[in-house]
């Protein structure tokens, strides 16, 4: 049976806002050497109900499931950050940008592509 802090009432909210998570974060030396380094933090109780219900419907651990999530995380915004930077130095270079329009007519574009 799932009890959920809600359930407890008021009085008992404050003990369980959040309980703390451990996982492994895996980190990369420059020789591609996967070492894993444990951490800790805190999460809302939701949220680890919910990471582990998913890692259970997908048959992993929670591990697994943050270490993925965080592999995700840092790609994408690794991603924006090179782009920001690469586009931000050829304005400074005075290069032409790219019309508002366009940006917008391009991403529909990759939008629809990856829906069909």
């Known amino acids: 049976m799932h009890v959920s802090p809600a359930d407890l009432g008021l009085a008992a909210l404050d003990r369980y806002k959040s309980d703390v998570v451990y996982c492994y974060a895996l980190s990369n030396s420059e020789k591609h050497i996967m070492s894993k380094e444990s951490i800790g933090f805190r999460i809302e109780s939701d949220r680890r109900i919910a990471l582990d219900e ?3 419907a ?3 651990d929670r591990t697994t499931l943050i270490n993925d ?3 995700a995380y ?3 915004h690794h991603w924006q950050v090179e782009l920001i930077n690469k586009r931000l130095a050829a304005a400074d270079a005075g290069e032409e940008g790219v019309e508002h329009g366009e940006v917008f007519t391009q991403l529909r ?3 629809q592509a990856k829906f069909n």
């Open 69 to 71: 999530a965080i592999q």
């Open 54 to 56: 998913l890692a259970s």
């Open 58 to 60: 997908m048959q992993c």
């Open 109 to 111: 574009k990759r939008l």
């Open 74 to 76: 840092l790609e994408l």
